[in-house]
């Protein structure tokens, strides 16, 4: 049998791996995405639905991406999934498959449209005193129970607390990882690892970010639950860590990405934190959690986003009843709300 050296399979192979880096995003396509966040109902109205969704806003949001032309190709959803916070594993997990239930029974689920769920902190996190502390047992039980609802594996590993890396406790992999369709790159972040809450990773992300850029993405879309920039003074995102936080930006914008879609916030909101730059932050949290009484101009719905040679976000929504948030409104029409283009 002849011996071939692992050097010369290297060489082989070498012209055709840099042929596939230089060509990953050369097959450019026009297509729409959906992003929408923050479904789960406050707990004084989870009483007898176990999936603590917002069935009627969900439904109807369902209905109606369902019904979009051209079918959209994917729909993020923004995390905050259901309540959560249960201090029960079992319960944690019959909150997950109830509001699957409610998908798979809708028209969404029979048509082409690929859903992505994010992770939020009502997905991963438990009350503890005045915080909100995640816990491996929910990341576990998010990866087990929205497995076909996971777009991706190779996010970073577990590293512990070893200098120049994410020190991140827990294997991020299938939480926070990346993807490519039609020439652009997606990314999507858990930003409430455990031990890392209101963080990303950036150490990952700067180099995942770095080598889409470098190897010719048309675009660069992010998604997380926590916005990088609270529309308040707040300030519950992932600037409560402002060095990780102006890492992470400076990725994007170094890499000159279009948008990170956040929720967290029950709004529709859009911040351009570098006017100069071409990133902005779009929050899209607005699918049907308790909207509070100060943004009084907060309304229902989803976000469409169209990709092409430009990048056209379209706020679709309607007026909500804000004494009764979870009841039907049918004189409510969802119509066009905001609109953004980013060159």
Same mark, same amino acid.
């Given at each position: 049998?002849?011996?071939?050296?692992?050097?010369?399979?290297?060489?082989?192979?070498?012209?055709?791996? *840099?042929?596939?880096?230089?060509?990953?995003?050369?097959?450019?396509?026009?297509?729409?995405?959906?992003?929408?966040? #923050? %479904?789960?109902?406050?707990? /004084?109205?989870?009483?007898? @639905?176990?999936?603590?969704?917002?069935?009627?806003?969900?439904?109807?949001?369902?209905?109606?991406?369902?019904?979009?032309?051209?079918?959209?190709?994917? $729909?993020?959803?923004? =995390?905050?999934? !259901?309540?959560?916070?249960?201090? @029960?594993?079992?319960?944690?997990?019959?909150?997950?498959?109830?509001?699957?239930?409610?998908? *798979?029974?809708?028209?969404?689920?029979?048509?082409?449209?690929?859903?992505?769920?994010?992770?939020?902190?009502?997905?991963?996190?438990?009350?503890?005193?005045?915080?909100?502390?995640?816990?491996?047992?929910?990341?576990?039980?998010?990866?087990?129970?929205?497995?076909?609802?996971?777009?991706?594996?190779?996010?970073?590993?577990?590293?512990?607390?070893?200098?120049? &890396?994410? /020190?991140?406790?827990?294997?991020?992999?299938?939480? &926070?990882?990346?993807?490519?369709?039609?020439?652009?790159? $997606? !990314?999507?972040?858990?930003?409430?690892?455990?031990?890392?809450?209101?963080?990303?990773?950036?150490?990952?992300?700067?180099?995942?970010?770095?080598?889409?850029?470098? %190897?010719?993405?048309?675009?660069? $879309?992010? $998604?997380?639950?926590?916005?990088?920039?609270?529309?308040?003074?707040?300030?519950?995102? *992932?600037?409560?860590?402002?060095?990780?936080?102006?890492?992470?930006?400076?990725?994007?914008?170094?890499? #000159?990405?279009?948008?990170?879609?956040?929720?967290?916030?029950?709004?529709?909101?859009?911040?351009?934190?570098?006017?100069?730059?071409?990133?902005?932050?779009?929050?899209?949290?607005?699918? =049907?959690?308790?909207?509070?009484?100060?943004?009084?101009?907060?309304?229902?719905?989803?976000?469409? !986003?169209?990709?092409?040679?430009?990048? #056209?976000?379209? /706020?679709?929504?309607?007026?909500?009843?804000?004494?009764?948030?979870?009841?039907?409104?049918? @004189?409510?029409?969802?119509? !066009?709300?905001?609109?953004?283009?980013?060159?």
């Amino acid at each position: 049998m002849k011996i071939v050296s692992v050097h010369k399979i290297w060489l082989c192979l070498f012209p055709a791996l *840099l042929l596939n880096a230089c060509s990953r995003y050369s097959n450019k396509r026009d297509y729409t995405f959906v992003v929408a966040g #923050d %479904n789960r109902v406050a707990p /004084s109205d989870s009483l007898g @639905d176990a999936s603590t969704a917002n069935v009627y806003q969900l439904k109807r949001m369902f209905s109606e991406i369902a019904d979009l032309k051209p079918v959209p190709k994917y $729909f993020f959803f923004l =995390g905050d999934l !259901v309540l959560g916070y249960t201090g @029960d594993t079992v319960r944690q997990e019959r909150e997950l498959r109830e509001w699957k239930k409610l998908y *798979l029974e809708s028209p969404l689920a029979k048509t082409g449209v690929r859903l992505i769920a994010v992770p939020g902190n009502h997905e991963t996190c438990e009350k503890i005193g005045s915080g909100r502390v995640a816990m491996p047992a929910y990341e576990r039980i998010f990866i087990r129970e929205m497995k076909d609802y996971i777009a991706g594996n190779n996010g970073p590993a577990a590293t512990g607390l070893i200098p120049g &890396t994410d /020190s991140l406790m827990t294997d991020q992999a299938c939480l &926070t990882y990346s993807f490519d369709y039609g020439g652009d790159h $997606f !990314v999507v972040l858990n930003t409430d690892p455990v031990d890392r809450e209101s963080r990303v990773p950036y150490h990952w992300l700067e180099q995942d970010l770095k080598s889409a850029h470098k %190897n010719g993405a048309r675009h660069i $879309f992010l $998604f997380g639950h926590k916005p990088a920039y609270t529309p308040n003074s707040r300030g519950d995102g *992932l600037d409560q860590f402002l060095s990780n936080r102006d890492s992470a930006w400076i990725a994007m914008i170094d890499n #000159d990405c279009d948008a990170y879609f956040a929720s967290h916030y029950h709004l529709w909101d859009t911040i351009h934190p570098d006017g100069n730059k071409r990133t902005w932050q779009i929050i899209s949290g607005n699918a =049907g959690a308790p909207l509070a009484k100060e943004w009084l101009t907060a309304y229902f719905g989803f976000t469409i !986003v169209r990709v092409g040679s430009k990048v #056209d976000i379209t /706020s679709m929504g309607r007026d909500v009843d804000r004494e009764h948030q979870t009841a039907p409104a049918p @004189d409510k029409s969802t119509v !066009v709300r905001a609109h953004l283009v980013i060159n």
